[in-house]
């Protein structure tokens, strides 16, 4: 019912800063919410960040609060990820969701970003 495509991820040097964005399309009327999750290589998918549609509140995982925050334009059905202060363990292929009650997450394909000197 929703396709999500993630881009904007590549190689960026620790302390410095990226910013993903989130393409939405289909119906997306019935989306509860939508987030960012990671997976790190031989590590388990970790949330990053949620953005609730009704309202617009934010959760973010520990390991992120305060670096990273996620944002949305509505009337272009972006979701956006701005990631600051990046180390290198926040390496891993990072995933945009649109949740759906009754039906769960619909998976983008994940862009890279990778954290290193």
């Known amino acids: 019912q929703v396709q999500v495509v993630e881009s904007g991820g590549g190689l960026v040097q620790p302390g410095g800063s990226l910013k993903l964005s989130c393409a939405a399309s289909?119906?997306?009327?019935?989306?509860?919410?939508m987030s960012w999750y990671r997976q790190a290589p031989g590590s388990q998918r970790e949330l990053v960040a949620t953005i609730i549609t009704r309202g617009g509140d934010t959760i973010y995982g520990d390991s992120v609060k305060g670096r990273f925050t996620i944002s949305r334009d509505t009337a272009k059905k972006m979701v956006y990820l701005q990631m600051d202060s990046l180390e290198p363990e926040d390496t891993g292929v990072y995933y945009c969701?649109?949740?759906?009650?009754?039906?769960?997450?619909?998976w983008g394909p994940g862009t890279q970003v990778t954290v290193s000197s």
């Open positions: 289909g119906y997306i009327f019935s989306t509860y919410s």
């Open positions: 969701t649109a949740f759906i009650v009754g039906r769960g997450n619909s």
